[in-house]
């Protein structure tokens, strides 16, 4: 098996089908997201859709997750008069049947009898043509960034580069770096933008070699608002995980190849997939059983 081969096995093995249980797990959970929502806020008109890896092509099966959105149009002042009102009532609706942890701009819910890997984004749009909004921040220097959620699919969407996101994500998991989604991404398609190298395996080669050569030159911007400070995302820190990440790696894939970076993810495929299809019994135990007990 060449190395292009193993590692597109590698990507194939760790794709989330829309006909999976996986997704008809996350299809189920945003229905229930969604009603609540709409209940809650029975005198709105939120706008409710997928965002993130589902919306991008960028989902793996080994870390898979969903982001909704939930924005509310600008003049929409009973779900809230500030942006932080609006993240608080969301977060309030959510708590009617879920735990909910508040994270830098969404609310990721949990239940006690799932691993539901879902994330809320609330917002609200700043026009009538629903493209930008303002979204709430935890932690940052300003309560609030403008966005567009649009315009974040698209660039990664149509980068040219999501299987090396995908690899990225992957190799991410494997080493254990705390970095975020969203400025992995951005770094992965800056760094091949100004490369001409070619290939599945070169290409991710040459991430790992700027992550392990240049940390502390790593520098990322929102394609949907240059005004946004993401500098909070690449820390000293996360740069000299970064670092000792993709250098550990390297030599790893020089002594026994990429088997040695990737085996882990490939045995674990199975094993959340059967906790896909566990979790689909629990959530509905009056389904009638393969082996005809109901």
Not at 8 to 31: P, T
Not at 170 to 175: G, M, N, V
Not at 200 to 222: P, T, W
Not at 232 to 248: D, T
Request: net charge neutral; aromatic share 8%; with cysteine.
């Amino acid at each position: 098996m060449t190395n292009y081969t193993y590692l597109q096995s590698v990507l194939d093995a760790q794709v989330v089908g829309d006909d999976g249980q996986e997704m008809k797990n996350l299809r189920a959970a945003r229905a229930e997201v969604e009603g609540l929502i709409n209940i809650h806020f029975s005198g709105s008109s939120p706008t409710i859709r997928y965002g993130g890896s589902k919306a991008k092509g960028t989902m793996n099966l080994i870390d898979y997750d969903l982001d909704i959105i939930c924005y509310f149009p600008r003049g929409d002042t009973p779900a809230g008069k500030t942006i932080e009102e609006i993240y608080g009532n969301v977060k309030a609706a959510l708590e009617k049947k879920y735990s909910v942890v508040p994270r830098t701009t969404a609310l990721r819910i949990r239940d006690s009898k799932r691993d539901l890997h879902i994330d809320v984004v609330p917002g609200r749009f700043i026009d009538d043509t629903k493209t930008y909004a303002f979204v709430h921040q935890n932690g940052g220097d300003k309560s609030w960034l403008q966005t567009n959620l649009d315009e974040h699919v698209d660039y990664i969407r149509d980068s040219g580069c999501v299987p090396e996101i995908r690899l990225a994500k992957l190799w991410r998991h494997c080493a254990g770096v705390s970095v975020r989604t969203f400025p992995l991404e951005l770094l992965v398609i800056k760094i091949l933008k100004s490369s001409n190298v070619a290939g599945l395996e070169n290409r991710f080669m040459r991430v790992l070699e700027e992550f392990r050569d240049n940390s502390r030159g790593l520098s990322i911007k929102d394609p949907a608002n240059e005004g946004n400070d993401l500098s909070g995302a690449l820390n000293a820190s996360v740069c000299a995980a970064l670092w000792a990440a993709a250098a550990a790696t390297l030599r790893t894939v020089a002594n026994g190849g990429w088997e040695a970076v990737f085996d882990k993810v490939m045995a674990s495929t199975e094993t959340v997939r059967s906790a896909a299809l566990r979790t689909a019994i629990v959530t509905n135990p009056s389904r009638t059983q393969p082996w005809g007990i109901k």
